[in-house]
């Protein structure tokens, strides 16, 4: 991130995009921490389990768009135990850096004003046990919908291929997780 140019205004925004249950948050914080950077969660733009078109939506409309033009980003944070969007969040336009994660953060909407776009993956198996264990009953009902959902962005939008890096979030032998890096856009 250090050595891309800033696209959204004077922010440089890394997007953390994979499926549920990859590794994404993880990788995020984990990021985020290192270059003393906020996060903003998919999770808080979707608007609820057949949300993933409005979340992208609002990425790029209130949050994306709005920094590049040099003004604050405000967006409404989906509330899940309401059940609708709930409190107004801002956020700086002098903000240096800042990691998206999320499924359609990495959006092609997206994409001409990100720095840089990192896939997360990991076999199915593993991604439902995470997620599962995660959110627990919340998700349970909700796995196949929005398992719909991804297929057709990821389907549609090929983020995998357009990825700076590939990171794999499966499991290893020691309980860390591999990656390897990859051409793309």
Known sequence: ????RARAGQARVLAVD????????TLARAVAERLDAPVLRMDDL??????????IDQLVARILRPLARGERACWHRYDWHEGRYGPRQTLDPATAILVVEGVGAGARAASPLLSGLVCVAAPGPVRRR???????HTFAPHWDRWAR???????AEDVAGRADLLVNGAPVADGSATRRGASGG
Do not use: Q
């Open 1 to 4: 991130m250090v050595g891309r």
């Open 18 to 25: 994979g499926r549920s249950g990859a590794g994404k948050t």
């Open 46 to 55: 979707y608007d609820g389990w057949d949300g993933l078109d409005a979340g």
């Open 130 to 136: 995470r997620a599962l264990a995660r959110d627990g």
């Open 149 to 155: 959902h991804e297929d057709r962005y990821f389907a």
